[in-house]
Every structure is written in structure tokens, then in C-alpha cells.
């Protein structure tokens, strides 16, 4: 399931800007996190999509949303210029960005070569 973040969720479950100057994911397995606004059609587009991928992909990784307009704190911290921006967090390493509507194949590309790639 797709669960939206606030302010208060993202520090917990993702990374407490407060505490740490540094990122440091506070999740114990790799995420997604698309930054949408109700309004933006791109971001209906893909809803289904990482619904989907929630489902398939359960226990591997989480993927959670962020409302640009209610959480602009958050949008303004990564910068999100244009909607939907997609953010791809492994559990060690630095996020990624992605923008615009993903297909499922694009997702899938990033989530097997970016999230969950074998580790040596």
C-alpha cells in the first residue's frame, strides 16, 4: 500500500532533517517517494502504477507520497520544481531523482538497477 507522508512521518520514516545535517535514511528497506499535487494529471497518471508496484514489490521496498501543496517544507528541502518528481532511496548511498511520469517498465528498470540491485 501507498502510504503519504507528512513532515512528522517523513522525519521518522525516511530522513529527521533536524537531527541530521548529513542524509541518513531512517528505513530499514529501500523506497520510493513521489512528490505529487492533487491537481497535476502526470501524477494520476502514475498513482495506479506505484499502487501496483506497492503490491508486487511488498516487503522489498515502500512507497510513499507527498503532497507538494500540504508538505511545501518538504518539496522546497529537494527542491521540487515540477511534479511528479520521483525520489528512489536505497538503504545505503545517496537518493536518486527521477522526473516526470514513469511507465512501469521505467520504474522497474530503476527499482532492479537502483534499489534492489545484488549486493557482491
Do not use: H
Not at 4 to 12: A, G, Q, S, V, Y
Not at 25 to 47: H, N, R, S, T
Request: hydrophobic share 35%; glycine share 4%; aromatic share 12%.
Amino acid at each position: 500500500m501507498v502510504e503519504n507522508l507528512t513532515k512528522e512521518t517523513f522525519k521518522d520514516k525516511i530522513f529527521n532533517y533536524e537531527k541530521n545535517k548529513d542524509w541518513k535514511y531512517e528505513g530499514d528497506i529501500p523506497a520510493i517517494v513521489d512528490f505529487y499535487a492533487d491537481w497535476c494529471g502526470p501524477c494520476k497518471m502514475i498513482a495506479p502504477i506505484l499502487d501496483e508496484l506497492a503490491e508486487e514489490y511488498k516487503g522489498k521496498i515502500n512507497i510513499y507520497k507527498i503532497n507538494t501543496e500540504e508538505e511545501k517544507e518538504l518539496a522546497g528541502m529537494f527542491d521540487i520544481m515540477s511534479i511528479p518528481t520521483l525520489l528512489f532511496i536505497p538503504t545505503d548511498g545517496e537518493p536518486r531523482m527521477a522526473r516526470g511520469a514513469l511507465q512501469k517498465q521505467e520504474f522497474e528498470s530503476k527499482i532492479s538497477e537502483f534499489l534492489l540491485k545484488k549486493q557482491d
